[in-house]
């Protein structure tokens, strides 16, 4: 799971593989590698290095790495979802609100129509 969760986090910051691997010092054939889990056990100076580039605490590199091994049901857009709303701060707290609007716009709907 770390491969998926480099290459979606190197997706969402706009580099390319040929671009991390120019930016981090690390092979574009060996970064490809972990991206496609075929190196699945990447050393932690690796790991600190992508995590410097990608702007990320590597604590939540390994940490999404967890949530995504132990959320493995979900549908990978809602994770990315997530992912996006953790990302720009929001934290879990705030999410009861997010869901009464949505139950509120719920029902406006229902009586407009």
């Known amino acids: 799971m770390i491969g ?15 671009e991390l691997s ?8 060996y970064l490809s ?8 056990n990447p050393s932690i100076h ?10 990320v605490d590597l604590k939540v590199l390994l940490l999404i790495t967890v949530e995504a091994e132990q959320n493995a049901g979900l ?12 990302r720009s701060g929001i934290k879990k707290e705030r999410i009861q609100e997010f869901k009464m609007l949505i139950e ?4 406006h709907t229902e009586k407009v129509t």
């Open 75 to 86: 549908d990978q857009e809602w994770m990315d979802f997530i992912l996006d709303l953790k």
């Open 22 to 29: 120019e930016r981090t010092g690390i092979s574009k054939s």
């Open 4 to 18: 998926h969760n480099i290459s979606s986090i190197r997706k969402q910051r706009g580099y390319t593989l040929s």
């Open 46 to 55: 690796v790991m600190e290095k992508i995590a410097l580039v990608l702007k």
């Open 33 to 40: 590698n972990i991206e496609r889990n075929l190196k699945q």
């Open 104 to 107: 509120f716009m719920k029902w």
